[in-house]
């Protein structure tokens, strides 16, 4: 079945930090892909994503963020890297329940009145270990390892069908 919605993580899937929610205020811009935070700390967006973002919204595909973060850090590093204006439905809470957060998007876009079977998403996320519980609560969702299933963010594009 053809994929409709891709639901990424944020942390470490689509930037290089592990954490944006330590991130403190004053955020400096170094460059379009690229800010510091107040103690120092850098994130830099991975090579490929916003190519691949503008794409697979060129195709279609409506696009979940489902993020283990606090939600105003998120919402707030998504605006300063203008990534924000990509996701149709962004999903950050403060816990790491990867397949309660998917279940907050399909019930968000179902409001919208937009009806997703689990095996037309794909979620991109970089540890496997949320995989089970997505499967098991949510049906068969196409899970991808970044980095272990594919190297680059620009491959999903051929995942689609």
């Not at 179902?110 to 998403?121: F, H, S, V, Y």
Request: proline fraction near 3%; charged fraction near 35%.
């Amino acid at each position: 079945m053809k994929i409709k919605v891709v639901i990424f993580d944020a942390d470490k899937t689509l930037w290089d930090h592990y954490n944006i929610s330590e991130f403190e205020d004053p955020i400096k811009v170094i460059n379009k892909n690229e800010i510091e935070d107040a103690k120092g700390r850098k994130l830099k967006v991975f090579p490929d994503v916003r190519d691949t973002l503008e794409e697979l919204k060129k195709k279609g595909i409506i696009l979940g963020l489902a993020t283990w973060n606090y939600p105003d850090k998120t919402q707030k590093i998504l605006q300063i890297l203008d990534l924000y204006k990509y996701f149709d439905v962004i999903v950050s809470r403060d816990f790491p329940y990867k397949f309660i957060m998917i279940n907050e998007i399909f019930n968000e876009l179902r409001n919208k009145g937009i009806k997703i079977k689990p095996e037309e998403t794909m979620f991109v996320d970089d540890r496997r270990s949320h995989f089970g519980n997505v499967w098991l609560y949510l049906g068969n969702i196409k899970c991808v390892e970044m980095w272990k299933d594919i190297k680059c963010h620009s491959e999903i594009l051929h995942m689609l069908d």
